[in-house]
């Protein structure tokens, strides 16, 4: 069994990540609940495979018994991490994973005292949701080191995987976040909007705040103490997301919840070949003091699926090395700022 292990590796982005790990020689081992699924994925890339489903403690912890690191990339993740963050804690297995979901980031910093005694490294979000933006954050710290005001925000190319989409789903009726003052408060969806320059040649664009994964993990990584989200998105946009929020009640039934997955399962595809080749991401960012200083700072980088690819293996080759400070970490609070300029195709500017 190999050092790596991907779970989830049959799903749109775990198949990304799984076919790139194959091609540069990690020698992933697959794994997942379908076995014939698992069996073909195997097959073309040449890698070993289990099946293990998430409820299975024993079969989780024999997954994991020789294996270095997991990459967790089946969501939503607000199902798949306890029982995958118990078993690497059992087993001594560093733990990555691919979420973008506020409340993960922050339930699996709940876990960091156990890992820490267990020498094991917790790593949520080493895919788009939140690399680029935590190395930002980060960055902006080092500019200004007593701000205590930091707004993030990001403008994606469209398209998003079935995982991705059934993450939006669990969260419908879930309304904003924001951080004040170091704690996390409950905001209505999209309460804020404001223009940001994304640079290199974009017009401005229009963006509304929404609970990243920031809210969470840049408090973490810079200590900042205030913290606000946003994506780029048409008015229009802005409008449907405020309407979602009044409808919450209707939007939490088990009944809509299950019809939506379903309609997601049947109609999405996630992004193409073409697309994930051709589209770009941006990402932007400004931090203040009291005494009204600001920076402000930009990234673009490949598409964000191409983007994820890129992040989650640069930090799984790391973990592989043994570069895997035990406890709960984030991208940039493990790696540095820079460690998003690892990945080919990406630039950062200082304006």
């Known amino acids: 069994m190999g050092d790596l292990v991907i779970y989830g590796s049959y799903g749109y982005t775990g198949a990304l990540v799984a076919e790139a790990a194959a091609e540069r020689g990690l020698e992933p081992t697959l794994a997942g609940r379908e076995r014939r699924t698992l069996e073909s994925q195997a097959e073309r890339l040449q890698c070993d495979f289990e099946v293990a489903s998430l409820d299975e403690p024993a079969v989780l912890d024999m997954l994991l018994s020789e294996a270095t690191a997991v990459l967790n990339c089946a969501g939503p993740f607000s199902r798949t991490w306890e029982p995958m963050v118990d078993a690497c804690l059992r087993t001594g297995t560093h733990y990555l994973d691919i979420t ?113 994964g920031d809210v969470s993990t840049a408090y973490h990584t810079t200590g900042i103490p205030n913290v606000t989200t946003y994506m780029a998105m048409p008015e229009r946009a802005v409008k449907l997301q405020r309407a979602t929020g009044l409808l919450a009640p209707l939007l939490s039934l088990p009944r809509v919840r299950t019809g939506l997955q379903w309609l997601i399962e049947r109609t999405t595809e996630g992004p193409s070949a073409d697309d994930r080749a051709s589209g770009e991401s941006y990402v932007w960012g400004e931090v203040r003091n009291g005494d009204g200083d600001r920076a402000v700072s930009r990234l673009r980088g490949p598409h964000t699926y191409a983007l994820t690819v890129e992040t989650a293996l640069a930090t799984a080759r790391r973990a592989l090395d043994g570069d895997a400070p035990p406890g709960y970490r984030t991208p940039a609070g493990a790696y540095g700022p820079d460690l998003i300029l690892d990945v080919e195709g990406v630039e950062r500017e200082d304006v």
């Open 100 to 212: 973008g979901e506020l409340t993960v980031f922050e339930a699996v910093h709940e876990r960091s005292d156990e890992a820490e005694a267990a020498g094991v490294m917790l790593l949520p979000g080493v895919g788009f949701d939140v690399v680029p933006t935590d190395c930002l954050a980060a960055h902006l710290a080092e500019r200004l080191p007593d701000a205590d005001t930091l707004e993030l925000a990001f403008r994606a190319e469209n398209g998003v995987s079935r995982g991705t989409a059934k993450t939006m789903v669990e969260h419908l009726d879930g309304g904003g976040a924001v951080r004040r003052d170091g704690r996390i408060e409950d905001v209505p969806t999209a309460h804020e909007t404001r223009t940001v320059d994304f640079g290199w040649g974009l017009d401005a664009q229009h963006v509304a705040a929404i609970p990243w």
